[in-house]
């Protein structure tokens, strides 16, 4: 009976030590769940090698985002799951006004999704493809590094 007693008394102290270890965790802000249906698709901006990049307007919160649509075949066909993830995992611990940022990522059986900021100005190549340089004053107001 008495090893009984003493896992009851284990188990029920075991409970109480992860119920404090909750308690200590901080509650963070309930996180907002999207699919591709919580969007407006309004046109594509670009083409890469897995799939597009949408130029979207997130229904409920009535703002534009541009959204990177990456079918999962080509990216393994590719084998580039690493420079996916690590895409991912860069983009989701940056927050900064100078570069675009992550709002969301989701997935659904043939795609990976990635909702950041939308820029219509186009990319840096692009500009420099069609500058092929850029004086003084375009670089102080359009480039930070």
């Known amino acids: 009976m008495g090893t009984k ?3 009851k008394t284990n188990a029920s102290s075991t409970s109480i030590q992860q119920q404090k270890k909750e308690e200590q965790i901080p509650k963070t802000k309930e996180i907002e769940k999207v699919n591709k ?14 799939g597009k990049v949408w130029k979207v307007f997130h229904k409920q919160k009535k703002i534009k985002y541009a959204l990177k649509e990456m079918n999962k075949i080509k990216i393994l066909d590719k084998k580039s799951e690493k420079s996916v993830i690590y895409e991912r995992i860069l983009l989701s611990r940056m927050n900064h006004p100078f570069i675009i940022n992550m709002h969301y990522a989701f997935q659904d059986k043939d795609n990976l999704y990635i909702v950041m900021d939308l820029l219509t100005g186009g990319d840096l190549r692009y500009h420099l493809c069609k500058q092929k340089k850029f004086n003084e004053d375009q670089t102080s107001k359009n480039i930070i590094i």
Do not use: M, V
Not at 37 to 50: P, V
């Open 5 to 7: 007693s003493s896992k």
């Open 37 to 50: 249906n919580s969007f407006e698709y309004l046109s594509i901006i670009g083409k890469g090698g897995f």
